[in-house]
């Protein structure tokens, strides 16, 4: 019987486009020398579209390379511009938000190599909603040859397939060593490469508003390694993207799409590794697939955390929430969450950052998009997809898990193709191989009370589409009481309200194009010849803060007017004043007229505060589970102590500040005029932060785990 087609232009797919090659290229060793050997050979145009970019990253970690090109990124694509003066380049890097900003490369287009090179353009994109990011990760070169999965041109993504523990190879342009590292990559070559570039084109367009040409026609250009063998060739590779509404465009939700086609459509075996699993539609596929009797095994690749503390309070939490829900329903136990597991990491882990999908032996999948709600309707995404319809190609999909298997499991591809094909059986394979010191262990997902309680619905942190003000409103006020008991209590309704529409009028009016930095900046500056200066700040602070005007936005206006260091003390004194007067506020309303009117959400957070005290109060600065201005009143109706409320948010408010402030001068004064004092000050307050930083990680971690 012949099995339909699952990629289908138009419904879950953008275009399905003809390959001439195309190669799977697995963890960095065998990314970035590809990526160095393909722009060599460019004589156009190259694309880079990217979630992070750092210059400094070494393309190249070994003596193979005979070209004489520079291995760092930066100095190798200035190189190559040098010898090719008909070359473009294009950079399109994600307008990144400020959480990353320590983890992340400031300014690289003034580093020396770059600042004279006409034709390197480089641009931030932040043309998306506010709290989606640029997700895709795709390079194009003559619109000849294109790759697109998982990998950024990071400076912590680099590593070999061994993922040894002491490889000293392993190490970023800080000279900071890092964890073991397993990503994917497709290298497709012909017209998918050609419909990938007008992909980057139209990015570009949406970013700058400038129409770029195509490359040159009859441009004989053949940018593929010659030392890459290919895993397929003539054939059709489907490209699916997620793209937000955002302005006059449609959102597109093809990643999506294709994950409910080809997981209805699985019968013996659906195998995914992903950064993240927290996808709420995902996890629902999934559970009524393990409710078939007849249904098909379910293996689920993941790291044992995610990145940074921070993703492990929310990201972790979350998916801990969704494999119960998968645990729950696998009542003929046909699933299993497993990590790769090496004895001698010890207590390091390798970081699973792959997307992919293995259907069967029939459906591929590389891409950018994680088991994540915000990577099917939020983010920015673009995943590549091959279907195999001859026994061939269904022994190439075959051989590229036994690859991915090989590598987790300490075994050969022919060990690992003899156990399946005796068995057929991935899950006891699994099962079998438990107890070894390399191999895929069952990932224990499970996260204290604490941080499961404290964190709130995925539609908060892990959001699928744009929130618009009215949802949010809908997010923290509960529409469960009768219209009577909304009279009743009028005051909480009323101050919450205020309290929204500000928010709103804040960040989606005509207001805040013209609320900006710069105009901020002279305002302030014609404060400062006044006289009770800082009285003036602190007052116009706090009252901002209390009405839910931007505080990040003071902040970096404080900073710019008045330095790190008093910038830095007027922004906490101010914060601390409107968050008490919030706090007063709310102490006045009461906490039976919060707990009564909030809805579940503010009265578990109202209660966790008068709980846990200080802790909580750090966690919620941290962690932003409601507006500033709502925690204010929430915490003040839930009888937390004043002092411990000041305390936890001073501790939980100062990290942030400070590495605003920081930054914000420190951006400022390197471009005017740098100086070893700034450069001081600078090393100083970074220095601070990360102590601060690491103790906070400490303090929440012991509690969480308590």
């Not at 990760?137 to 003559?142: A, G, P, R, S, T």
């Not at 645990?327 to 990491?345: F, I, S, T, W």
């Not at 190439?396 to 022919?414: C, D, I, N």
């Not at 109706?637 to 920081?662: E, N, Q």
Request: proline share 4%; with cysteine; net charge negative.
């Amino acid at each position: 019987m012949t099995q339909s087609t699952i990629l289908n232009a138009g419904k879950n797919c953008w275009q399905k486009k003809h390959a001439k090659r195309v190669a799977l290229l697995i963890d960095g060793e065998n990314y970035y020398p590809a990526l160095h050997a393909a722009i060599q050979k460019a004589q156009d145009s190259v694309f880079i579209l990217g979630w992070d970019l750092d210059t400094r990253i070494r393309l190249l970690r070994d003596d193979s390379d005979t070209s004489g090109l520079p291995a760092e990124l930066g100095a190798f694509v200035s190189e190559v511009l040098k010898k090719n003066t008909q070359l473009n380049v294009y950079i399109l890097n994600w307008d990144w938000a400020m959480v990353y900003t320590l983890e992340r490369e400031w300014l690289p287009l003034q580093k020396t190599e770059w600042k004279h090179q006409s034709r390197l353009n480089f641009q931030l994109d932040g043309e998306c909603p506010t709290g989606a990011s640029q997700h895709q990760k795709v390079i194009v070169i003559d619109d000849d040859i294109a790759f697109s999965g998982g990998f950024d041109l990071g400076k912590s993504r680099w590593d070999s397939s061994d993922h040894k523990a002491d490889d000293s190879r392993r190490i970023d342009p800080d000279n900071n060593t890092y964890p073991p590292f397993h990503d994917v990559q497709m290298m497709v070559q012909g017209e998918a490469a050609k419909a990938l570039g007008n992909l980057a084109r139209e990015r570009w367009h949406r970013a700058t508003g400038q129409h770029l040409p195509n490359p040159v026609e009859n441009l004989e250009t053949n940018a593929w390694p010659e030392y890459i063998e290919a895993w397929f060739e003539d054939i059709d590779v489907a490209i699916s993207r997620t793209l937000p509404e955002y302005k006059d465009y449609k959102e597109v939700r093809e990643v999506e799409a294709l994950y409910i086609d080809t997981i209805n459509k699985a019968e013996k075996l659906i195998y995914l590794e992903n950064q993240y699993f927290t996808s709420w539609k995902i996890a629902d596929l999934l559970v009524n697939r393990l409710a078939e009797e007849n249904g098909p095994e379910v293996v689920l690749v993941l790291p044992l955390m995610t990145g940074g503390w921070l993703e492990q309070a929310t990201m972790d939490v979350l998916r801990f929430r969704v494999v119960c829900k998968l645990q729950a329903a696998d009542k003929y136990g046909r699933l299993r969450v497993c990590y790769p597991h090496r004895d001698e990491l010890g207590d390091s882990y390798i970081s699973v950052h792959a997307k992919l999908t293995v259907i069967d032996d029939r459906l591929l999948r590389v891409g950018s998009a994680n088991l994540s709600n915000r990577s099917m309707g939020f983010d920015s995404e673009c995943d590549l997809s091959i279907e195999a319809t001859n026994e061939d190609e269904k022994k190439t999909v075959r051989r590229f898990r036994e690859r991915l298997l090989s590598e987790h499991m300490g075994m050969s591809e022919e060990a690992i193709h003899d156990a399946l094909s005796a068995d057929n059986s991935l899950t006891k394979l699994i099962d079998q191989r438990m107890d070894e010191p390399h191999t895929l262990r069952h990932l224990d997902c499970q996260v204290s009370e604490y941080a499961n309680d404290i964190l709130p619905s995925s539609a908060i942190v892990d959001p699928e589409k744009p929130i618009a003000a009215d949802q949010l409103s809908e997010m923290f006020i509960s529409d469960e009481e009768q219209p009577s008991a909304r009279k009743q209590w009028w005051k909480i309704i009323g101050a919450l309200a205020v309290v929204l529409v500000m928010t709103a009028i804040w960040r989606w009016t005509p207001l805040s194009e013209w609320l900006n930095v710069d105009m901020l900046q002279h305002a302030a500056e014609q404060v400062k010849s006044y006289p009770f200066t800082p009285l003036i700040v602190l007052v116009v602070f706090s009252i901002a803060g209390l009405l839910a005007f931007p505080v990040t936005l003071l902040i970096v206006t404080t900073a710019l007017t008045f330095g790190p260091l008093w910038g830095s003390l007027y922004s906490i004194i101010g914060s601390l004043l409107s968050s008490i007067m919030g706090y007063a506020v709310g102490h006045y309303m009461g906490k039976s007229t919060i707990e009564k009117l909030s809805g579940s959400s503010l009265s578990k957070l109202s209660q966790r505060i008068a709980e846990h005290g200080i802790l909580t109060v750090i966690t919620v600065r941290i962690v932003p589970v409601a507006p500033f201005a709502v925690i204010n009143l929430v915490a003040g109706g839930s009888h937390i102590k004043t002092r411990d409320f000041i305390l936890g948010t001073f501790i939980g408010m100062l990290p942030g500040i400070l590495a605003i402030t920081v930054f914000a001068d420190s951006l400022m004064q390197t471009v005017r005029n740098p100086n070893p004092t700034q450069i001081g000050i600078f090393v100083i307050v970074i220095v601070v932060v990360i102590a601060v930083m690491f103790g906070l990680k400490r303090l929440i971690n012991r509690k969480t785990k308590a």
